[in-house]
């Protein structure tokens, strides 16, 4: 196995997968926290935290950052989750001291500029307006609201307007001191990289996180039901979905291989029935998010103002189908599907160094990808049975947007 897994007297873990053949390094910070770790009245500061991370320290600006990055030809970006939140920077193997240096700058020494602060609220508020202008974006907050009301789980990752309007710089930096600590933090690297020379560098730069205790999250609790935005569009955006389950679960595995056979692709059924035998919608797919304690699996589709009520009842019909009647040849085929992008992520460093942070973040160790394609493989007709009784067990949750009445109601469905 190419990875190799170190930790700090604090709890930090330093992870490194290598691939000679390469010639680059993807470096980043997981951070085991996201939306999910947000009071209501500081929801979006996980983001936006995020974006302010590369906006100065107490040794560069913003503009510095950027350009020692860009100089030797890497690249440089974030991301936020509902659990973790993500910094990285990919370069030549030969630049991965200074990729390293400064990662540990922006995440130890950032100074939150208060001019830098104002300008990226400003810049979130846009991402957030335009998220609002993109009905087949925003409907998954809407889904995943709907699916855990009222609860850090179905907030949205970006915050609300109003919030991030008033957001005190604050809020953001006690955020920071109080959950970026050691044991929630995996420093990741896969490419051309030895492990003892990263280990030592990192462990040099990342030394001054606290070692402090970490709580977890409050739980999800997966409630279902209906969620209408009525908005003057052409086309109508709906997503349907079920309660899922965590990571771990007996069914992680065959809910890919359900997935795959439900919506994963042109031959998959929904496809075929509802683009291909009946034209109701130009796209459908399914997918699965999976956390640490839940999950949900859903369908995306687009379809016309007079399709909606036909649409909803087929995309039913396809799941109760799979029960009883999923073939032999459809799980092969589902499973070659899963196996091969598994294996060609594999060929990427940046699919390599995330996959390390997060299976070490979940479960506390790396899994080999043999070990995974085992389990894909493992999945058998019955598997598929169980999903379905399964979804079926909990209240669906539909999310709308679009041309639609709040008063809609479909027979069977909600």
Known sequence: MTVKVSSLNNGLRIVTDTMKEVDSIFVGVWVGVGARNESEDINGVAHFLEHMAFKGTTTRNAKSIAEEIEKVGGFVNACTSRETTAYHIKVLKEDISLAVEILADILQDSIFDKVELERER??????????????????????????????????????????????????????????????????????????????????????????????????????????????????????????????????????????????????????????????????????????????????????????????????????????????????????????????MSMENNSSRCEKVAQQLLVYGEPISTADIVNKVESVEKDDISKIVRFLMKEKPTLAIVGPVESSLSVPGII
């Open 122 to 343: 400003g810049v979130i508020l846009q991402e957030i307006g335009r998220s609002y202008d993109t009905p087949d974006d925003v409907i998954f907050d809407y889904f995943q609201h709907q699916a855990f009301p009222a609860q850090p789980m179905g907030r949205p990752i970006l915050g609300t307007i109003d919030l991030i309007k008033n957001m005190p710089r604050q809020k953001i930096v006690d955020y920071m001191s109080s959950n970026y600590v050691a044991p929630r933090i995996i420093i990741s690297a896969a490419g051309n990289i030895d492990h003892k020379y990263f280990f030592d560098l990192a462990s040099k730069q990342f030394s001054r996180f606290p070692e402090n205790n970490i709580s977890n999250p409050e739980p999800a609790n997966y409630s279902g039901g209906k969620f209408i935005k009525k908005k003057d569009l052409e086309q109508i955006h709906v997503v349907c979905g079920f309660k899922g389950t965590p990571y771990g679960h007996a069914l992680h595995y065959p809910f890919m291989v359900f997935s795959s056979i439900l919506g994963g692709g042109m031959s998959s059924r929904l496809f075929q029935e509802v683009r291909e035998k009946r034209g109701l919608a130009y796209s459908i797919y399914s997918f699965k998010s999976t956390y640490q304690d839940s999950g949900l699996f859903g369908i995306y589709s687009g379809t016309g103002k007079d399709k909606l009520k036909e649409l909803l009842p087929v995309i039913r019909d396809e799941i109760i189908a799979l029960e009883n009647n999923v073939t032999e040849e459809e799980i092969i085929k589902s499973k070659a599907q899963i196996k091969s992008s598994i294996l």
